[in-house]
């Protein structure tokens, strides 16, 4: 499903180049749920964002679903992230002058979905969260538990075939960090959904299929 | 998803409420400004009475007499033959130059003979439209000027009579001691406009009987502007006799359309070429200068190298450049203050990239969002201007002519706003839409 060969990823400045990824060769395949871990600042989140297409590699190739991303331009990567892919953020990023149901309708904005639909799709995705009476709310009014729900809601109302969480439950309490961890294990095995997340989290790691770490940018396993 | 827009455009306006006062009042007083200046405009060129037909005219206002010379320049050159001396003499003509020059109005005299039928035209009047006498009434004295015109007039400058009638053409002929009054003459002179038809009124010596009342043109357009209006034959004979070519009348042409008025022109510049000068040892050389509406309004104003054509360009350049200096300084402004204003909203305009939005609806919602802050802006600057319009006619700072606000006022309005809104939002949107997602993200998160 993903296919990564050779990614490498340097940051360049006037003065220091800093080799964030190195020659990363990565397979996921369809319905795996894959989480990559590694001390913080070894590239775990800058090789989630290549996977996005939310950032560049300097070298090497991306392959999705057999296709070679480097064949495409920034609008049809955009459609493609857009149908394809759905992002878990660990601050949530919901949009705060936004009801609930507004921001989670917000991938299907991008399509040619009709209003009814799009309201009917964002509730169905609110309900699989449990959030379907707080609709109505503002992210402001819910706790980091109800706006990551949220922002689980957000990533799979559009149906994407990979779901991408940079460390979701890096901003809650084990609790809510557990009850986040049980809604994307329940997509992954009721919906086999692709998953690939990020996480400092050794109990969630372990929960996962697979787990690849990182240290300086290189896989180590 | 323009729905959407609107909300989240209200919304964010709504959380930054002290940015969104300094915006709109820069976007409000901005907009009042040019809504203002868009209603002078309007009053001062539209096709309003008496010149609804302005776009078909062609005024010929200017008979210019030069004397052109040439220098000449001998050469002589002697030189020495058998004793003798020899002279050989040569000579050059030197670029020709004017000499004398003398403009003005023509004699009515002059455009009976010359610019009558000019072809291509419906309508014409000749008239003169720079006289003014004292009256006096109830012990008051007043100043009216007069326009002193032939029947056609009536026919080329469509004025609204409120009461009455114009002069007709056996009125002029019969010398008939008829006049007629705007509103405003009739109030000073007899204390009312009401009933003042059939009443008698003493200027330049003569007992002249209101046949019509009409409403009272806009000042700044001297040439149909005056108190009264009467038969060019009541005119001071000496004047009508003057047969020279420079006197107080000008003359009026009206074309089919607005295309004819060039070859009117064309007509009247070669109808030029061929009228014998009366004294060609003091002047040899004859032009008439003919000028559109736009170009007449213009060479009042900027009354460059008797070339109306010229004026307008100038007045073009220079009024474009002092619109365009105006509305820049508030764009850059409000450029300004969106990019502080968009550059918070980073990590939303990341996230909505990252579930596949593309660069351009991103520009179009900030730009969207933008056209609704200026359009709130542009309500307010419209109430402002209207109260200001109201404001200036009722203190008569600009005199009798009253600045209108009607509906092409207000389409122009609606379309400063929204150019006003696409500029200064657009290259924040721009910039914002090149956003490097992953970079976008990292910012603020909300």
Redo the contacts between chains.
């Keep these: 499903m993903i296919h990564l060969q050779d990614i490498t990823k340097v940051y360049q400045t006037k003065s220091i180049e800093t080799t964030a990824l190195n020659r990363i060769n990565l397979q996921v395949e369809a319905g795996e749920f894959l989480s990559i871990m590694g001390p913080s600042g070894c590239g775990k989140s800058?090789l989630l964002?290549i996977m996005?297409l939310?950032?560049e590699p300097t070298a090497g190739h991306i392959a999705l679903n057999g296709q070679q991303i480097t064949a495409y331009n920034?609008?049809s990567m955009?459609?493609f992230?857009?149908?394809q892919l759905g992002?878990i953020?660990q601050?949530?990023?919901?949009?705060?002058?936004?009801s609930v149901l507004?921001n989670v309708?917000?991938?299907l904005?991008?399509?040619k979905v009709s209003?009814k639909d799009r309201r009917k799709m964002a509730e169905a995705a609110l309900e699989q969260v449990g959030l379907k009476n707080r609709m109505r709310h503002f992210?402001g009014q819910l706790s980091g538990g109800q706006k990551q729900r949220v922002a689980i809601a957000?990533a799979i109302v559009?149906q994407p075939k990979v779901i991408l969480a940079d460390e979701p439950t890096g901003n809650l309490d084990s609790v809510m960090g557990n009850e986040i961890m049980n809604i994307l294990l329940h997509l992954n095995q009721e919906q086999k959904a692709t998953i690939v997340m990020v996480t400092h989290d050794e109990t969630m790691a372990r929960k996962t299929h697979r787990l690849v770490r990182l240290f300086d940018g290189s896989q180590v396993l | 998803?323009f729905?959407?827009y609107i909300?989240?455009a209200f919304?964010?306006l709504a959380?930054r409420p002290f940015f969104t006062f300094i915006s709109l009042f820069g976007i409000s007083f901005t907009l009042m400004i040019l809504i203002v200046l868009t209603a002078f405009l309007e009053t001062e060129l539209g096709a309003h009475q008496p010149l609804t037909q302005k776009d078909r005219l062609v005024f010929m206002n200017r008979v210019i007499m030069k004397q052109m010379t040439r220098d000449t320049i001998w050469q002589v050159d002697t030189t020495l033959e058998a004793g003798a001396p020899k002279y050989d003499s040569t000579f050059t003509l030197g670029e020709e130059r004017q000499s004398w020059y003398s403009a003005s109005t023509a004699t009515y005299s002059f455009l009976d003979r010359y610019m009558r039928d000019i072809p291509g035209v419906e309508a014409y009047s000749f008239y003169s439209p720079d006289f003014s006498y004292d009256l006096f009434a109830n012990g008051n004295k007043l100043s009216f000027k007069a326009i002193y015109a032939d029947a056609s007039f009536w026919a080329v400058y469509d004025f609204q009579f409120l009461a009455g009638r114009p002069f007709r053409a056996d009125d002029v002929t019969a010398q008939a001691q008829v006049v007629v009054l705007t509103r405003k003459a009739a109030r000073d002179y007899f204390g009312t406009d009401q009933g003042v038809i059939g009443k008698h009124l003493e200027m330049d010596g003569r007992q002249l009987e209101v046949i019509g009342l009409i409403g009272q043109p806009a000042n700044s357009k001297y040439f149909v502007s005056a108190e009264a209006y009467l038969p060019l034959t009541l005119c001071p004979p000496a004047v009508l006799a003057d047969t020279g070519f420079q006197g107080p009348f000008e003359a009026v042409f009206m074309g089919a359309s607005p295309i004819a008025r060039e070859s009117i022109q064309q007509a009247i510049a070669s109808r030029a070429a061929n009228i014998p000068l009366p004294n060609p040892e003091e002047y040899n050389y004859l032009e008439l200068m003919t000028a559109t509406f736009a170009g007449r309004y213009a060479y009042g104003i900027f009354p460059v190298k008797d070339s109306p054509s010229d004026a307008l360009r100038t007045f073009l350049l220079i009024g474009g450049g002092l619109l365009l200096l105006f509305i820049l300084l508030p764009t850059l402004n409000l450029i300004n203050l969106n990019v502080s204003r968009i550059m918070e909203r980073s990590?939303?305009i990341?996230?909505?990239?990252?579930?596949?939005?593309?660069?351009?609806?991103i520009l179009a919602q900030l730009v969207f969002e933008n056209i609704v802050l200026t359009f709130i802006g542009g309500l307010i600057g419209l109430l402002l201007a209207l109260g200001l319009l109201y404001l200036v006619n009722d203190a008569q700072v600009m005199g009798d002519t009253q600045l209108q606000f009607n509906a092409r006022v207000f389409a122009w309005s609606v379309l400063i706003c929204l150019l006003f809104g696409i500029i200064s939002g657009l290259l924040p949107a721009w910039r914002m839409s090149q956003l490097?997602?992953?970079n976008a993200?990292k910012q603020n998160?909300?």
């Design positions: 800058t964002n996005g939310i950032d920034s609008r955009a459609r992230r857009n149908e992002f953020f601050s949530f990023h919901l949009i705060g002058e936004l507004d309708e917000l991938p904005i991008y399509r209003s992210p957000r559009g | 998803m729905k959407n909300k989240l919304k964010v959380q990590a939303e990341g996230v909505r990239k990252a579930f596949g939005a593309h660069s351009g609806s490097h997602i992953a993200i998160p909300s």
